[in-house]
């Protein structure tokens, strides 16, 4: 049984920043790719960022020189650093873990964490 866990959200005036953090238990987390995804009211679900076993990393276009995500294997634990924050960045954030090393096949979720972006 896996476990992720997200922290970090909260409300943070446009231009902000927030890192938001997902911590991983019950499985071998460094052998597989990890993701965010997003979700606004009324909106579908979105693939925010990913990362792969090697540390290979790709953005969504709406996110690109804005946030960064990255990967501590001694802590078990994927970050989000996300920098110059737009309200239409508003959303619930959440982690997954896939079942693949480098391609996301999402197997585990987090419960998600609340991002708004508000003057």
């Known amino acids: 049984q896996v476990q992720l866990v997200e922290s970090g959200g909260g409300l943070v005036q446009p231009g902000g920043s927030l890192r938001l953090s997902c911590a991983a238990s019950?499985?071998?987390?460094?052998?597989?790719?990890m993701a965010w995804y997003r979700q606004a009211p009324g909106k579908q679900r979105e693939l925010v960022a990913t990362?792969?076993?090697?540390?290979?990393?790709n953005y969504a276009d709406s996110v690109k020189g804005r946030f960064t995500i990255s990967r501590d294997n001694a802590k078990n634990t994927v970050y989000l650093q996300m920098n110059n924050l737009k309200p239409e960045d508003t959303a619930v954030y959440s982690c997954?873990?896939?079942?693949?090393?480098?391609?996301?096949?999402?197997?585990?979720w987090g419960q998600g964490t609340q991002v708004t972006v508000s003057s």
């Open positions: 997954t873990k896939s079942s693949h090393n480098i391609i996301i096949v999402p197997e585990y």
């Open positions: 019950g499985s071998i987390f460094s052998i597989y790719a």
């Open positions: 990362i792969t076993s090697g540390g290979s990393t």
